[in-house]
């Protein structure tokens, strides 16, 4: 399938390129963006772009949830117990 070209604010982009510590989904998810931004765009699959929203809105809310809303331009929730 093609890649979605998703253009980041610079505050996107900040929030995307934080340093990341640990291991598990989350982190090899953020990992793995983090390669892809390039000219201020982030490129994802459609399977990426399912994980991100995912991640975002199932697990939560968190410093991961929101790097996530970053990219995408929406609101993590905020407030939801994680499931």
Known sequence: MPEV??????AAIRALS??????GGH??????LQSQIADGELSVTPED???????MLSY??????????AA?????????KAR
């Open 5 to 10: 070209r998703i253009p980041l604010s610079s």
């Open 18 to 23: 934080k340093p990341i510590v640990g291991r």
């Open 27 to 32: 982190q090899a998810l953020l990992r793995r």
């Open 49 to 55: 772009m399912e994980k991100m929203l995912r991640y």
């Open 60 to 69: 939560g809310s968190g410093g991961f949830q929101q790097r996530l809303a």
């Open 72 to 80: 995408t331009g929406r609101k993590a929730p905020r407030g939801r």
